[in-house]
Nanobody, 125 residues
Framework: QVQLVESGGGLVQAGGSLRLSCEAS????????MGWFRQAPGKEREYVAA????????GYTDSVKGRFTISRDNAKNTLWLQMYSLKPEDTAVYYC??????????????????WGQGTQVTVSS
């Protein structure tokens, strides 16, 4: 089992940047493929980005490609999401998630076993 705690959210103006962190504890972090998801008010939770266990493979939803970067450091048990050129439509609660099922789980929300509590990102226009 793994516990996940996100941090780094906040209020930022459109065009600004934020870096989200997800610290993991418990079972070996490198055993898990990881992902970031987000949920805006009144909407379904949606996939943002994913990274393989080793960090060698990454993927992004189309709306964030070229603006967001997912990365991890298995020695530090930490996952990051660097966000640039933020837009008001990026406003949401952002969640990190861990999957023990596959080496890379992509955007399949059902593949993720563990979730953090979320961190709020608000982008003002």
């Amino acid at each position: 089992q793994v516990q996940l705690v996100e941090s780094g959210g906040g209020l930022v103006q459109a065009g600004g940047s934020l870096r989200l962190s997800c610290e993991a504890s418990g079972r070996t972090f490198s055993s898990y493929a990881m992902g970031w998801f987000r949920q805006a008010p009144g909407k379904e939770r949606e996939y943002v980005a994913a990274i393989s266990r080793s960090g060698g493979s990454t993927g992004y939803t189309d709306s964030v490609k070229g603006r967001f970067t997912i990365s991890r450091d298995n020695a530090k048990n930490t996952l990051w999401l660097q966000m640039y050129s933020l837009k008001p439509e990026d406003t949401a609660v952002y969640y990190c998630a861990a999957s023990s099922k596959l080496a890379y789980s992509g955007g399949n929300r059902l593949a993720y076993d563990y979730w953090g509590q979320g961190t709020q990102v608000t982008v003002s226009s």
